[in-house]
């Protein structure tokens, strides 16, 4: 089984500062997810990487595949932004989670 | 709406007990998945479909837990004879065929065991 690994568990922010939240994993992965989970369980997919980074609006992610570590970076942080940040690495079609990042972004 | 839809949304029953959950992923998805997530806990992997075949189940599956697919479409998950340790949300996911397709969840059913 992949082991996958979330840091920090738990972060708070002030709005408008640089968010950072890492991932690591122990096998080789055919992707890596980055998923948001608003209070109310439902869960929305943010990004899926293989390699490289990906930016959308103020959430940038990044997979390093040599060393099996991914980070999700929010710029300009806004409250609207707490949420729990889960990763995820698939190997064909299995997804293990990691237990999550609660971000709490204050005004 | 054309994405995940699970349902009930909530669910609460009492000791022993039997629930059924129904999901119906995105249409063109032929892959569905199920998971459960406590609380403080990211999602564990409970099982998986192919179309209508069953492809996967994990230890968590207890033989309570049942899961089907008939048309390769919707999907229903039965938990017999509940137990308080059942309390969960229930999420369910779709996605296509590939090793690189992304997935897409539902809203979840929290169940609550009383």
């Known amino acids: ?36 989970q608003h ?12 390699s490289g980074k990906k930016k959308h609006g103020r959430l940038i992610a990044t997979i390093n595949i040599q ?41 | 709406d054309t994405g995940v839809s699970q349902n009930p949304r909530h669910k609460i029953t009492k000791r022993g007990q039997n629930v059924t959950f129904r999901c119906d992923p995105i249409s063109e998805h032929n892959r569905l998945y199920w998971y459960r997530q406590t609380l403080g806990q990211g999602p564990e992997f409970l099982t998986y479909f192919q179309n209508e075949a069953q492809l996967e189940k994990s230890r968590l599956l207890s ?17 017999q004879r509940t137990e308080q340790g059942d309390s969960a949300m229930y999420l369910c996911a779709s996605s296509r065929t590939g090793g690189r397709t992304e997935a897409f969840f539902g809203q979840g059913t929290r169940l609550t065991v009383v």
């Not at chain 2, 033989?63 to 938990?79: C, H, N, V, Y």
């Open chain 1, 1 to 36: 089984k992949n082991e996958v690994e979330q840091s920090p568990q738990n972060l708070t922010a002030q709005e408008g500062e640089f968010i950072t939240i890492n991932c690591s994993y122990s096998v080789g992965i055919s992707a890596l997810h980055w998923l948001q």
């Open chain 1, 39 to 50: 209070p109310g369980g439902g869960i929305v997919s943010l990004f899926m990487l293989s």
């Open chain 1, 67 to 107: 060393e099996k570590h991914s980070s999700l970076h929010i710029t300009a942080s806004h409250p609207r932004d707490s949420a729990v940040y889960i990763c995820a690495a698939s190997s064909g079609y299995a997804l293990n989670f990691g237990k999550g990042t609660s971000l709490l972004v204050t005004p």
């Open chain 2, 63 to 79: 033989d309570r837990f049942s899961a089907e697919r008939p048309k390769g479409s919707f999907s229903t998950l039965e938990i």
